[in-house]
C-alpha cells in the first residue's frame, strides 16, 4: 500500500509521537523520524511494515538522533515471513539494523537490504542465500560493516525466521563492543564496532525476485545520557541507567566531575522512588539559598524525607560538593527512611546499624563522627569500599587535599553506589 504525502505527513507526526512514548526512561527523544520507500507504519497491527510480499520492495525507518555516535541499546520487534502465514514464494531478503549510518541515502533494495549504500555498521537477519555475498546456506544473523558482504560475526537464525511468528532482537553497543540478543539470548558479540562520524540509525528491509512479509514493532531506543565516565564504572552507570536511577539534572554530564549537593539530593530521590515504587513526599524547605537550583524540587523532597539536610538553618549550599563521608551517610540516611520502622532524621541516634567485622581503615581517624557508622555499613554492605592502601578517605583534612579534591566523591560514584544499594539492601 502507498501513502500519498500528505498521509506521509501526518504518518511522520504519528510515528514520532509513538515513538518517543517507546524509549525508556532516560533515553534521548527522537527528533526525527523518516520512512522511506515502501514502509508504512500499519495502524490496525501496530507495526512499521519494512516490505509487503511483493517483489522488489524496499522500505526503512530512520530515526535523526542528536548523539548516536554514542553508546545505544535498540530493541524491537521483528517478523520475517508471510502475513498469511504461507511457505511459498522462495521468502527473501530480510531485514537490517543499521547503525554510525547515513540515513540520508537510499539503499540497494533486494539482497542489499536496504543497508547497502548507507555505509557505517548493520545487524542483519538475512532469509536467502546470496552466495555471491558470502552468505551461508541456511538463514543467518550477522554483525555487518560498510555492506552485506562483510560479515564481521555470523550465526544460524533458522529457529527465528519465517516462523510466522514475532521475535525480539536487542543490539547493544557499549565501548566498540556489539552485542546482538535474540529473543533474551546472546547470538553475536563483536569487538572494535567504533562509531565512524556518521550519525543515524535505522532499520531497513527489502526483497528481491522472491519475497516476505517483513515488520519490526515496539522500538525501544535507549542512548548513554553521559558525556564522560571512567570505564570502571560503565556496566554500573548503565544499569544505573536502566533502573532509572539517574536524575535529568545530570543528562549529558561529566559523570568523572565532583557530585554537588543539589545533583546528590536528586539521585536520592530517584533511589527512594525506584526502591520503594512511591512518589517521594514534598514539603517546604527553610533554606534561602535553593529557588533558582534546577533540583529545588528533589531538594525538598530529599529534606521532607530526612536524607539531606541544610548546612544551616536557613541555607542548603545547593553548589557545593559532597566528600565521600557525606555520601555513604546520605545514602544510609535512605536506606533507614526506608528499611527502618519509625525512623526521622531527628532520632537517628535510636536506629543504629550493625557494623560489627569491618575492619578500621588507616585514616578511620580522620571520619567525622557523623559518619563513622554509615561508612563501614556501606562498607560491610558491599556498597562502597576503600581507595587502596587500606585508606577510604571520607574528606579533605589539608590545602594539597582540598586543591585537588582528593576525597571529594563524583557523580558517577554516587550513581553507582546508588545502584549498589538498591541491589544489595533492598528485599
Not at 10 to 17: C, I, K, Q
Not at 148 to 177: C, F, M, P
Request: glycine share 10%; with cysteine; aromatic share 10%.
Amino acid at each position: 500500500m502507498k501513502q500519498t504525502w500528505m498521509q506521509r505527513f501526518v504518518l511522520l507526526l504519528l510515528t514520532a509521537a509513538l515513538l518517543a512514548g517507546l524509549v525508556s526512561v532516560g533515553a534521548v527523544s527522537q527528533k526525527d523520524i523518516t520512512l522511506v520507500g515502501d514502509a508504512y507504519y500499519d495502524e490496525r497491527e501496530d507495526c512499521y511494515v519494512l516490505t509487503e510480499e511483493e517483489t522488489w520492495q524496499g522500505g526503512s525507518l530512520w530515526f535523526s538522533q542528536v548523539r548516536c555516535n554514542d553508546n545505544f541499546s535498540l530493541s524491537l520487534d521483528f517478523y520475517t515471513g508471510h502475513a498469511d502465514h504461507v511457505d511459498a514464494y522462495g521468502g527473501a531478503d530480510g531485514i537490517c539494523v543499521a547503525f554510525y549510518a547515513a540515513g540520508d541515502q537510499v539503499g540497494e533494495e533486494g539482497e542489499g537490504l536496504g543497508f547497502n549504500g548507507c555505509g557505517g555498521y548493520g545487524v542483519e537477519i538475512y532469509t536467502y542465500q546470496n552466495s555471491g555475498r558470502g552468505d551461508p546456506v541456511y538463514n543467518h544473523v550477522a554483525i555487518l560493516e560498510g555492506t552485506v558482504s562483510n560479515h564481521l560475526q555470523i550465526a544460524d537464525a533458522s529457529a527465528y525466521t519465517e516462523d510466522g511468528k514475532w521475535h525480539h532482537l536487542e543490539v547493544v553497543n557499549r565501548r566498540g563492543v556489539c552485542t546482538v540478543y535474540v529473543d533474551g539470548a546472546q547470538v553475536l558479540q563483536q569487538e572494535g564496532v567504533e562509531a565512524n562520524g556518521q550519525y543515524e540509525i535505522g532499520v531497513t528491509g527489502a526483497t528481491g525476485s522472491g519475497y516476505n512479509y517483513h515488520a519490526v514493532r515496539n522500538i525501544q531506543l535507549t542512548e548513554a545520557v553521559w558525556t564522560e565516565a571512567s570505564q570502571w564504572a560503565d556496566d554500573e552507570l548503565t544499569r544505573a541507567q536502566d533502573k532509572n536511577l539517574i536524575p535529568e539534572v545530570l543528562y549529558d554530564q561529566d559523570m568523572t566531575r565532583p557530585i554537588t549537593r543539589a545533583e546528590f539530593a536528586a539521585i536520592a530521590v530517584r533511589l527512594y522512588e525506584e526502591w520503594t515504587g512511591k512518589t517521594a513526599p514534598s514539603g517546604s524547605v527553610p533554606f534561602t539559598d535553593v529557588a533558582g537550583s534546577p533540583c529545588a524540587a528533589d531538594i525538598a523532597k530529599a529534606y521532607t524525607l530526612g536524607v539531606a539536610v541544610g548546612t544551616s538553618p536557613t541555607t542548603f549550599e545547593p553548589d557545593t560538593k559532597i566528600p565521600r563521608e557525606q555520601l555513604a551517610t546520605m545514602l544510609c540516611r535512605v536506606y533507614k527512611c526506608i528499611a527502618l520502622d519509625g525512623w526521622t532524621f531527628e532520632r537517628d541516634s535510636e536506629y543504629p546499624l550493625d557494623v560489627s567485622g569491618v575492619a578500621r581503615f588507616a585514616d578511620h581517624n580522620f571520619i567525622s563522627g557523623y559518619a563513622v557508622e554509615p561508612v563501614y555499613f556501606m562498607v560491610k554492605s558491599h556498597v562502597m569500599q576503600g581507595i587502596g592502601s587500606n585508606k577510604f578517605a571520607p574528606r579533605n583534612t589539608s590545602a594539597k587535599e582540598e586543591a585537588v579534591g582528593y576525597a571529594l566523591a563524583t557523580r558517577e560514584q554516587a550513581l553507582v553506589m546508588s545502584l549498589r544499594s538498591l541491589e544489595n539492601l533492598a528485599d
